[in-house]
C-alpha cells in the first residue's frame, strides 16, 4: 500500500507532466475537484489521493486520445 507521502509525489510528477506537455488541459486541473470524505478529523487519506490520482490519469488519457483523434 502507498503511503500518502508516496502518492502526492505521483500527483505531483503527474501534474508537472500535465503542464509541460499539456498545458490546455493543464489549465482546466484546478476545476478538478478533489473531493474528501466527511470526517470529524477533516484529514486527507490514502483513498482520497488515491482517487484524485486516478481522475488525473482518465483526464490526461482521454485528453490524449480525443486530441489524437483530431490530429489524423
Known amino acids: 500500500m502507498k503511503t ?3 502518492l502526492m509525489q505521483e500527483i505531483i510528477n503527474l501534474t508537472t507532466e500535465i503542464e509541460t506537455s499539456y498545458p490546455e ?4 486541473l484546478g476545476e478538478t475537484p478533489l473531493y474528501l470524505e466527511e470526517t470529524e478529523k477533516k484529514m486527507v487519506s ?3 489521493l488515491k482517487q484524485y490520482l486516478e481522475t488525473l490519469r482518465a483526464q490526461l488519457l482521454h485528453h490524449i486520445e480525443t486530441h489524437r ?3 489524423k
Open 4 to 6: 500518502l507521502n508516496q
Open 69 to 71: 483523434k483530431k490530429l
Open 25 to 28: 488541459l493543464y489549465k482546466y
Open 46 to 48: 490514502t483513498h482520497d
